[in-house]
């Protein structure tokens, strides 16, 4: 299932001679598409082929919203799914709204629009909340700092970082981190 040049080649010219000749998928957006769609081009490295679309489907790729491969509209709900599964795969980079819908496919304020209305809360804050959790977690369970912590979150701002998982959790990262490790450790008699 390695890409030939051939592929490669057709994948880069949107060659719509290639589609229904093999479907390509991107593992780092579980998406995807025809050899004809205009999205932007993905990382040759990212790419699977899929000489049916029904392999891809059960390899768990989700159709693209663009270039529709199932050959049926991707539902809104589906959509919003599509969404989450890239902020889960992504939320380590630096994800501006713009990135996002290039890798979903969809215009800025269309996503930002479907996603809200779907899930109630906007596609930021669903990232923020993955983030912070994120955190919690490696809080918890490394020994990396604080700032550390925030860049593997895809948060550079440290600042930002520690007032924004105040808000959340009510200590600051390190309040956080002592609290629980003063559970697990029991003190010395
Ligand atoms: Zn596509």
Redesign the pocket.
């Known amino acids: 299932m390695s890409i030939t040049k051939t592929e490669w080649q057709a994948i880069k010219d949107n060659n719509k001679y290639y589609d229904d000749i093999f479907w390509y998928a991107v593992k780092s957006t579980r998406i995807f ?2 050899p004809s ?1 205009l ?1 932007r081009l993905p990382k040759k490295e990212n790419i699977e082929i899929y000489y049916t679309k029904e392999e891809a489907v059960q390899a768990g790729y989700r159709p ?1 919203k ?2 529709q ?1 199932l050959g049926e509209p991707v539902s809104n709900q589906e959509w919003v799914k599509e969404i989450d599964t890239i902020l889960l795969h992504n939320y380590q980079q630096k994800l501006t709204l713009e990135e996002l819908a290039h890798l979903a ?1 969809g215009s800025e304020s269309y996503l930002r629009h479907t996603y809200k209305v779907i899930t109630g809360i906007t596609p930021q804050k669903r990232l923020m909340n993955i983030r912070l959790s994120m955190a919690k977690k490696e809080l918890l369970e490394t020994d990396l700092t604080v700032k550390e912590v925030a860049e593997s979150v895809g948060m550079e701002n440290v600042a930002y970082f520690i007032k924004k998982f105040g808000e959340y959790y009510g200590d600051s990262p390190l309040q956080f981190r002592r609290k629980i490790s003063n559970k697990i450790v029991p003190p010395k008699s």
Do not use: G, N
Request: charged share 35%; proline share 11%.
């Open positions: 598409c025809r769609c999205s693209c663009r270039c491969p496919r």
